[in-house]
């Protein structure tokens, strides 16, 4: 064989390579490993929300977690946890997010900090704040407060903002502000209160869903949508090219 038709062998058979092989692999890695980020999110927000749960129930006297409650104008907002303390009704938000975190008290969003990535979002304190008037106002003239806890994996290079903890650090926070004593018996009988305006069932879950749930619909299109045209064309790459 010489050298010239040998060059044109090996050329063609690298591409044949390339593009039956590397790159529908390629796509078919990039489509699972986009998945399974959206998937890992979902899974560190629900284990987050369970690990702040656990912490609750060992300093407060009753935990409600992942409820919802009637936001006063006709729909529902959903809380991570409500806890009984003597010193009053807390509400508390659960954010499972690794790496810096940058953001202050009055500021409109937040900044996660990934090596030289950056990602914005909403100042939980704000998220939060809408939770807490929503308990309000289904109890005038109860003490409400307010938290918002990191699971540990984050850090805050100036420090936590008021109303923020550590998960390490909020069973000595909820004992600092927790009072003293017993829960008041006119306390219980409102948060007992409160109990019953909660929602849990599947059908207004739905309905919560469909009320807010546009942005979130939108975000799981786009990645249901990247995933199958991934898969899609290196399916294509794989079966049509260079046979």
């Not at 009053?88 to 900044?111: D, F, H, P």
């Not at 109990?195 to 939108?218: C, F, I």
Request: proline share 5%; aromatic share 8%; glycine share 10%.
């Amino acid at each position: 064989m010489d050298p010239a038709q040998a060059l044109e062998e090996a050329t063609s058979s690298f591409w044949t390579l390339f593009f039956q092989w590397l790159v529908p692999g390629a796509l078919v890695l990039a489509a699972l490993s986009l998945w399974l980020r959206s998937a890992l999110a979902v899974f560190k927000g629900w284990l987050g929300e369970k690990l702040v749960g656990g912490q609750l129930g060992r300093v407060a006297a009753d935990v409600r977690s992942d409820v919802l409650l009637p936001d006063g104008r006709g729909g529902w907002t959903q809380v991570d946890h409500l806890a009984l303390l003597p010193s009053g009704i807390w509400v508390v938000e659960t954010k499972n997010y690794s790496g810096q975190i940058l953001g202050r008290a009055r500021e409109r969003t937040w900044t996660q900090k990934l090596g030289r990535q950056r990602f914005s979002f909403q100042n939980p304190l704000h998220q939060n704040y809408g939770h807490i008037k929503a308990v309000e106002t289904s109890l005038p003239d109860t003490p409400v407060h307010g938290l918002v806890v990191f699971t540990n994996a984050a850090r805050f290079p100036k420090g936590e903002p008021d109303g923020v903890v550590q998960m390490r650090d909020l069973a000595a926070h909820l004992r600092e502000h927790a009072g003293t004593g017993e829960v008041p018996a006119g306390l219980w009988a409102r948060w007992e209160a409160l109990a019953h305006r909660l929602r849990t069932d599947p059908e207004t879950r739905k309905a919560h869903l469909a009320a807010v749930g546009g942005l979130a619909r939108q975000r799981l299109v786009r990645t249901i949508t990247a995933v199958l045209l991934l898969l899609g064309i290196g399916l294509f790459l794989g079966t049509h090219i260079i046979r």
